[in-house]
């Protein structure tokens, strides 16, 4: 976390007690309604920069697959994106944390964490005129302590389809790369099939990685 001048307010995400997870506390990839419902009862806002370093709690992270039919978005993280840790890295996820200004505007409305989601996509890519995404479900979490960046972070697995209007070409037809681009930190935008992120899995994230593996298994992200 950075705070670019004395001006400005620290940036406060939304965490939780690592404690709820019980005994999903050791599960990589999973999804329970019980502790979903649990997180939402009791979370709070931190400092990032205080989060960024207490383990005892989760940092929510919005985490969003964005698929094209069986194919799904790709990208090459940079070095203009806030998250150093990942720069050069390739990611199937968009999105980011879920924080105090969302929470402000949409804690108490029920589609608090569809409109802070829906900010993360907008903040990352634009489509293409002719294409738009289907609203985003929540699919999955990752838990993953592995690395530093997963033992303060519990990502929040939601998809999105992107949909064509009428006039779109049919997706056969269709040049891939021209249906959405990347804003600041965001370069090399692809769709790719379950195969090919499989074969080239090791130069992705690794909470790409994770639903990689997971989707490669037979595992669905539809609910």
């Given at each position: 976390m950075?705070?670019?001048?004395?001006?400005?307010?620290?940036?406060?995400?939304?965490?939780?007690?690592?404690?709820?997870?019980?005994?999903?506390?050791?599960?990589?990839?999973?999804?329970?309604?019980?502790?979903?419902?649990?997180?939402?009862?009791n979370l709070?806002?931190?400092?990032?920069?205080?989060?960024?370093?207490?383990?005892?709690?989760?940092?929510?992270?919005?985490?969003?697959?964005?698929?094209?039919?069986?194919?799904?978005?790709?990208?090459?993280?940079?070095?203009?994106?806030?998250?150093?840790?990942?720069?050069?890295?390739?990611?199937?996820?968009?999105?980011?944390?879920?924080?105090?200004?969302?929470?402000?505007?949409?804690?108490?409305?029920?589609?608090?964490?569809?409109?802070?989601?829906r900010r993360?996509?907008?903040?990352?890519?634009?489509?293409?005129?002719?294409?738009?995404?289907?609203?985003?479900?929540?699919?999955?979490?990752?838990?993953?302590d592995?690395?530093?960046?997963?033992?303060?972070?519990?990502?929040?697995?939601?998809?999105?389809?992107?949909?064509?209007?009428?006039?779109?070409?049919p997706?056969?037809?269709?040049?891939?790369?021209?249906?959405?681009?990347?804003?600041?930190?965001?370069?090399?935008?692809?769709?790719?099939?379950?195969?090919?992120?499989?074969?080239?899995?090791?130069?992705?994230?690794?909470?790409?990685?994770?639903?990689?593996?997971?989707?490669?298994?037979g595992?669905?992200?539809?609910?």
């Open positions: 950075q705070i670019e001048n004395t001006n400005q307010v620290e940036e406060k995400v939304l965490c939780f007690p690592r404690a709820l997870l019980g005994s999903y506390s050791s599960q990589v990839i999973f999804f329970d309604q019980f502790i979903w419902d649990k997180i939402q009862t709070f806002r931190r400092p990032r920069s205080i989060a960024e370093r207490d383990t005892m709690y989760k940092q929510l992270v919005a985490y969003v697959v964005i698929k094209l039919g069986k194919k799904y978005l790709t990208y090459k993280r940079t070095e203009k994106g806030n998250e150093e840790r990942l720069w050069t890295k390739y990611s199937i996820g968009v999105g980011g944390h879920v924080n105090e200004e969302d929470s402000q505007r949409f804690l108490f409305d029920s589609g608090f964490f569809d409109r802070a989601v993360e996509i907008d903040e990352e890519v634009i489509f293409e005129k002719g294409f738009k995404l289907s609203a985003p479900r929540l699919s999955l979490f990752i838990n993953d592995l690395d530093d960046v997963g033992k303060v972070h519990f990502g929040l697995i939601w998809v999105a389809e992107i949909e064509q209007d009428i006039n779109a070409l997706e056969s037809n269709m040049e891939l790369k021209k249906v959405a681009k990347g804003k600041k930190g965001l370069c090399d935008l692809e769709f790719c099939d379950v195969d090919s992120l499989k074969a080239g899995k090791s130069s992705f994230e690794r909470w790409s990685q994770i639903i990689i593996d997971y989707i490669y298994a595992g669905k992200l539809d609910k």
